[in-house]
């Protein structure tokens, strides 16, 4: 049964940083590709950043090109997001998904238990 836990989150000003973990049993998490889904207070979730198993191929929403940055440790069995510059759009509950579709497709419907709970990032102005 694979369990999926974020944490990290919290309230941060604008301008500043914050990093989310993502940690995964129950799966083989290094043949598994990895995401960050965000969703906003009234707005669909969104996609944020993703990996492939191997490293070698991320994506980005561009909205936080240039900002945000996902890495992985296989050993660990976690994902991260380093947020950095962040603003107060940033607010969200951001959300790890396993096997996330690469490159994002919008009309992909993973299955539940591939989402964590999420972890709530606010940023303030």
């Known amino acids: 049964q694979v369990q999926v836990a974020e944490s990290g989150g919290g309230l941060v000003q604008a301008g500043g940083s914050v990093r989310l973990s993502c940690e995964v049993s129950?799966?083989?998490?290094?043949?598994?590709?990895m995401g960050w889904y965000r969703q906003a207070p009234g707005k669909k979730r969104e996609f944020v950043a993703a990996?492939?198993?191997?490293?070698?191929?991320?994506n980005y929403h561009g909205n936080v090109k240039g900002r945000f940055t996902i890495s992985r440790d296989n050993a660990k069995n976690t994902v991260y997001l380093q947020m950095n510059n962040l603003k107060p759009e940033d607010t969200a509950i951001y959300f790890c998904?396993?096997?996330?579709?690469?490159?994002?497709?919008?009309?992909?419907?993973?299955?539940?238990?591939?989402w964590g709970q999420g972890t709530k990032v606010t940023v303030s102005s």
């Open positions: 998904l396993v096997d996330p579709p690469l490159p994002p497709d919008s009309t992909y419907i993973p299955r539940d238990e591939h």
């Open positions: 129950g799966r083989t998490f290094n043949r598994d590709d």
């Open positions: 990996m492939s198993w191997s490293g070698s191929i991320i």
